[in-house]
């Protein structure tokens, strides 16, 4: 990983000539070193996009960042995760490893939604708040929650058994692959009794082109003919109307929800279904 060691080095040379703390690097990085930093770590995501988010070896814990415990809120449920914290971890590599705002406008929807499934999936789904939120609040009596990042599926894994419900059903934790088929019905046939899901869940996986072709693909593989991928958008370096691209080559037709929470100009929550043709 060649380029990412490069971002690191850039880094590295950024925190050296100010002699800044590790831990407020996000606040102290001038704007040319991160954006080549970023830049070249974006680079290496889209080298292979299938939601992967390029941690090992970078990000946080190239400054051996110590994880926490995070008290995230949605409506009236409360969940402790481990993570890390918002404010340090949203400029660095591991995007998976903290929580997002896309993240907020899903739980949001999740908790106000009358919408009742047999199971739901969630792809990208980092610390998995958002399915946690799902079986929590009713919406889908399983949920399963998948990414491409170990790391991120690790802490996710353990935040499901440590949030389980009074009846003491848990998150199912799994990896996936954007963009494989086989994969997308191997999930199926583990965790669905190989059928589609009724509800697909999606918070802040748009932010690398590379990766919005494979992610519209698996959720069309995933989604039932009468389910709803329901998709919280905020704007990472991809434009909603590339998304939206491959959604509709996917088979995909989207609209805009209700969001019970306010939108900022660059936020969209988006609901997709199965595109209906007739003969």
Known sequence: MASLAAAESLIEKEMAAMSVDHKNVSRNFDAAGL????????????ASPLDDDGCDGGGLDL?????????????????????????????LACTGET??????LLGAWL?????RVAASVELGCGLGLASLVALHAGVAARAVATDGDGKALDKCARNAAANATA????????????????AADALRAEFNGGAAFDLVLGADVVYVDGAVAPLAR??????????????AFARRGVDVETFLEAAAAA???AADAASPEPLGPHERLLVLRKRVTTR
Do not use: H, K, N, Y
Not at 167 to 182: I, K, S
């Open 167 to 182: 009846d003491g059903r848990t998150v199912a934790v799994a990896p996936l692959r954007w963009g494989d088929d086989g």
């Open 35 to 46: 954006a080549a930093a970023e830049a070249l770590i974006r680079a290496e995501a889209a």
């Open 63 to 91: 400054f051996a960042e110590p994880e926490e415990t995070l008290v995230e809120t949605v409506g009236d449920l409360r969940f402790e995760l481990v993570g890390f914290a918002r404010d340090s971890g949203q400029t």
């Open 218 to 231: 698996t959720a069309a593989r995933l989604l039932s003919d009468a389910g709803v991928f329901v998709l």
């Open 99 to 104: 929580v997002w705002r896309g993240c907020d």
């Open 251 to 253: 088979g995909l037709d």
């Open 111 to 115: 908790r106000a939604t009358d919408r």
